[in-house]
């Protein structure tokens, strides 16, 4: 799968989580992440950067999330959360 599509699958993830995702002009940088906003949980994404860093960000912030083994994702997509996992120290 490439970049483009792993990272529109990423945000149909996101969707399911119920979480909100924003692309912001961040500089073009590697900015954004994860936060919580009141009751809301928000995903910030630089739309400057480029797919791949864009990937990277969505990426990392999905891996930290609860359920996704309750949600079928895709095996290829699945591997690469299960990389980016912060207890796996790989990403």
Same mark, same amino acid.
């Given at each position: 799968?490439d970049?483009?599509?792993?990272?529109?699958? #990423? +945000?149909?993830?996101?969707? /399911?989580?119920a979480?909100?995702? !924003?692309?912001?002009?961040?500089? @073009?940088?590697?900015?954004?992440g994860?936060?919580?906003?009141?009751?809301?949980? #928000? +995903?910030?994404?630089?739309? /400057?950067?480029?797919?791949?860093? !864009?990937?990277?960000?969505?990426? @990392?912030?999905?891996?930290?999330?609860?359920?996704?083994?309750?949600?079928?994702? #895709?095996?290829?997509?699945?591997?690469?959360?299960?990389?980016?996992?912060?207890?796996?120290?790989?990403?």
């Open positions: 799968m970049v483009e599509a792993g990272l529109t699958e #990423l +945000l149909k993830l996101a969707d /399911q989580l979480i909100e995702v !924003r692309f912001v002009a961040l500089g @073009g940088g590697e900015g954004g994860f936060c919580r906003l009141k009751d809301k949980k #928000l +995903l910030l994404v630089d739309s /400057q950067a480029d797919t791949v860093s !864009r990937y990277e960000t969505v990426l @990392g912030a999905l891996a930290q999330q609860d359920g996704l083994d309750q949600i079928y994702i #895709l095996p290829s997509l699945r591997e690469e959360l299960d990389r980016a996992r912060p207890d796996r120290g790989t990403f």
